[in-house]
């Protein structure tokens, strides 16, 4: 199997800082990856999320296979063309999105059957159709497809969506055409349970990925859940590839399983909260609705890089987000993501520069003082 070469350039405890080299281009980490679910990152242009220092965005195969169709953006050369993004992408097989937002799904050892949630159409989803239009959307890395269960749920349906995945796993990888520079990810399953969470891991390694997803977790359950189930797992995943937690987080989430040896994530919580007039600052979130910002001539942040952080006062966000203007869209998401990535160069240094722990505390400490 192809490997992506990833490079441990630094460890401080149980965190890491990482890189490796894909077909698009290099990645380091730990890193963020913006969600470009239907083959943009909205709000934004491409160029936009460049200079946030993006590396790698994410697409999903459930809303590219629905629209505009697989075979269509394979047609016209695929994810990197007809999004112009040239850097690596990497897309998610397609199940947590059938379980979150299709209708009349059925799960069976074949793959899952759904109705699209646009038009009601019936599609028919295996491990073999998911690497397949991964393939089609020319994805730098590639998901397997995968059970993901809604917490809390009782040990045996735990057991049951693990194996099955396992399964998946390695029908994926059978699927898979492997390539240079092109990997595909495992996903550890296994609910909030240590023992299953070690089967799926020791399975997927016996399999064989160029890198190894956390899945099954922000899905409801308390941070500490998270993280106890992030120590119980990270552990057994070798050291030698990249480690991805899927759907995380806010920034103290990212905070704290990069703690624990997590190298990539991706979330909706920038994207998604700069639409609703929220703004992630290294003093917290602020909510640019409320009235307070009315005639506060400050920047949100006058110490960024961001334009949209440094150079627009409160007030003018304020009044955009109350005019329902698509500009307050575009500059609080682009301030979002941008503090993602600040956040994900700030972690890298604090590891190699063996202080990683006490960034941890100063971070938490800072977002907990509030807007001024
Ligand atoms: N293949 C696969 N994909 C996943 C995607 C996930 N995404 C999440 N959580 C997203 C949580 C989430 C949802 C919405 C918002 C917001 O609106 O801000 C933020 C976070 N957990 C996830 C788990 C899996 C998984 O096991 N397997």
């Not at 995943?237 to 806010?250: A, C, E, I």
Request: hydrophobic share 40%; net charge negative; proline share 5%.
């Amino acid at each position: 199997m192809t490997e992506f070469g990833y490079q441990l350039l630094a460890t401080d405890k149980a965190a890491r800082r990482g890189r490796f080299a894909t077909a698009h281009g290099p990645i380091e980490t730990p890193c963020f990856m913006p969600v470009g679910t239907a083959a943009t990152v909205k709000a934004m242009t491409m160029d936009m999320v460049r200079s946030t220092g993006a590396q790698i965005v994410l697409g999903n195969t459930y809303h590219l296979m629905l629209r505009p169709g697989a075979e269509r953006v394979g047609r016209l050369g695929g994810l990197h063309e007809f999004m112009r993004w040239p850097g690596p992408i990497l897309t998610d097989s397609g199940g947590f999105q059938v379980m979150s937002l299709a209708e009349r799904r059925k799960i069976t050892e074949r793959g899952v059957t759904f109705s699209s949630h646009i038009d009601g159409a019936r599609h028919d989803l295996t491990p073999e159709r998911s690497i397949e239009i991964q393939h089609l959307l020319d994805a730098t890395i590639t998901m397997q497809l995968d059970e993901c269960l809604k917490l809390p749920a009782p040990r045996r349906e735990m057991e049951r969506a693990m194996e099955l995945s396992l399964r998946w796993a390695a029908r994926s990888k059978e699927a898979f055409t492997a390539r240079e520079g092109y990997g595909l990810f495992g996903i550890v399953q296994g609910g909030i349970d240590p023992e299953l969470r070690r089967r799926s891991a020791e399975g997927l390694q016996e399999i064989g990925f160029e890198g190894y997803a956390v899945g099954g977790l922000a899905v409801g359950e308390p941070q500490a859940e998270m993280f106890a189930t992030l120590d119980a797992t990270c552990p057994f995943l070798p050291g030698d590839r990249p480690r991805y937690l899927m759907g995380v987080g806010k920034p103290s989430d990212l905070v704290g399983a990069v703690l624990r040896g997590i190298d990539m994530f991706d979330c909706v919580m920038p994207t998604r909260s700069g639409r609703t007039g929220q703004a992630f600052t290294r003093r917290g979130t602020v909510n640019l609705r409320n009235a307070r910002h009315a005639d506060d001539p400050r920047p949100l942040d006058e110490t960024s890089d961001c334009p949209a952080a440094r150079d627009y006062s409160r007030a003018y966000l304020h009044h955009l987000v109350k005019s329902g203007e698509i500009l307050a869209s575009i500059l609080l998401t682009w301030n979002n993501l941008w503090y993602y990535q600040q956040l994900m160069r700030e972690m890298g240094v604090a590891i190699e520069e063996g202080r990683a722990e006490a960034f941890a505390a100063a971070f938490a400490e800072e977002q907990a003082l509030g807007d001024i």
